[in-house]
């Protein structure tokens, strides 16, 4: 089976490297990364995914983060290829934490990312690896684009797309995610009950801190409602 990853706000893709080091050997990964010099929109980075989205093979897409609105655009298309969506600690509707708004400046981005917010997401002290990774990841991207994406976050919402996905949907949520609140789960489940929800006790980098967890759970998601 072959998944389609679209990353959190920096937007670069190398935070997937945890993840995909851990793929069992029946998964193929394709990542997708949006330009770190260019400031786009909710609609430019849907119409990018698109372009790239796999042609003639079954795959499943998973939107991490900020992402997850792009992902669910994108399925409310109802590709002819894509038989899942997964979501990842992410919202069909603005995440609202009144510091995301102190924070959506270039001026807090021309800097490496504070220890605070670092390990709200889950990279602590005690995880120099995970750290480095999130250092070097946001810092190759452009102040102003970390800024303008973060902008775009704020007043998002596709709660009518996700209404029209057809494909089954699994949301990875982590019950310490201080980042994407836990009412943004409970949001999409209350427009879609139908979806399967894997609760794993780690923060908002699920992907990062569980990887072999979040596989499992996907590989035990498409067995039961995809290959079924």
């Known amino acids: ?3 389609v990853l ?3 706000m920096d937007g670069t893709g190398e935070l997937f490297a945890p993840f995909l080091s851990s793929a069992p050997s029946n998964w193929s990964s394709d990542v997708i990364s949006y330009p770190r010099k260019e400031k786009l ?3 430019a980075y849907t119409a990018l995914v698109r372009s790239r989205l796999p042609q003639g093979e079954s795959y499943i897409l998973l939107g991490e983060s900020f992402s997850g609105p792009v992902s669910i655009r994108l399925a409310a298309e109802k590709p002819p290829d894509l038989v899942a969506l997964v979501l990842c600690n992410t919202f069909a509707r603005r995440p609202w934490w009144p510091i995301f708004s102190l924070l959506s400046w270039p001026s807090f981005f021309s800097r490496p990312l504070p220890s605070f917010i670092m390990a709200r997401m889950g990279a602590r002290k005690d995880n120099p690896n995970l750290r480095s990774l999130l250092r070097s990841a946001t ?3 452009h102040p102003e684009v970390l800024a303008h994406r973060l902008r775009q ?12 996905v057809a494909v089954p949907i699994l949301f990875l949520h982590g019950s310490r995610d201080s980042t994407v609140r836990p009412w943004a789960m409970r949001h999409v489940r209350s427009v879609r009950p139908d979806i399967v929800v894997c609760e794993l ?6 992907l990062q801190l569980a990887p072999e967890s979040a596989w499992a759970a996907i ?5 039961k409602r995809v290959a079924a």
Request: glycine share 8%; proline share 3%; net charge neutral.
């Open 201 to 206: 006790s780690v923060a908002h980098l699920l």
């Open 6 to 8: 679209l990353p959190g």
């Open 1 to 3: 089976m072959r998944i």
């Open 41 to 43: 929109g909710y609609d």
């Open 153 to 164: 976050l704020l007043t998002v919402d596709v709660t009518h797309c996700l209404r029209k």
């Open 139 to 141: 810092g190759s991207v």
């Open 219 to 223: 590989d035990s998601f498409v067995a």
